[in-house]
């Protein structure tokens, strides 16, 4: 093993760049990531899927991040042709037994007033909070500009 490339996997190990489940009673939050942001934007997004494990409906009821000013829930839908984002007061549901999954072009975690841009390879600590299972703390890696699911994730090819 060459030199280059103990260094390659030290670096994985410290930094892995897919987010690591997070788990709290019945819910397992995953894959979350966000992407990276120009450098003059304001505003970032945050997506994951939250899986309930559990027999009782849980709802993601808000969000909060040392990194944004404000965290809102979003949803992003087609009105007369053109997507619209809106944000969901009520959070959005985690049926017993079911998922929720924020993606883009759907429900997303919407990071307000970014105190600086989201770089690739960061990971933006975010803190959720749900109805039963209380508060969850999670990671957003950030993946590039355009990219429309987690780095590494399934079927990635970079
Ligand atoms: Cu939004």
């Known amino acids: 093993m060459t030199y ?14 897919v987010a690591q489940d997070v788990r709290k009673g019945p ?5 979350s990531w966000s992407r990276a942001t ?6 970032g997004a945050g997506f994951l899927t939250i899986r309930n494990d559990g027999t009782q409906d849980d709802r993601l009821l808000s ?6 000013a404000r965290v809102e829930i979003h ?4 009105e007369g ?3 619209r984002m809106r944000p969901l007061p009520d959070g ?8 929720a999954t924020l993606s883009p072009g759907g429900n997303h975690i919407m990071l307000i007033g970014l105190k600086s841009p989201l770089k690739p390879g960061e990971r933006v600590p975010a803190t959720l909070r749900f ?28």
């Open 4 to 17: 280059r490339i103990a260094l390659a996997l030290a670096a994985t190990l410290v930094a892995p760049a």
């Open 27 to 31: 819910i397992t939050v995953s894959q």
């Open 38 to 43: 120009s450098p003059r934007a304001t505003v």
């Open 63 to 68: 969000a909060t991040s040392p990194r944004a």
């Open 75 to 78: 949803t992003m839908s087609m």
């Open 81 to 83: 042709g053109i997507m």
């Open 92 to 99: 959005i549901a985690v049926p017993a037994g079911g998922k």
């Open 131 to 158: 109805a039963r299972a209380g508060t969850v703390k999670v990671a957003f890696v950030v993946g590039g500009a355009g990219d429309a699911a987690p780095s590494g994730g399934h079927g990635a090819q970079h």
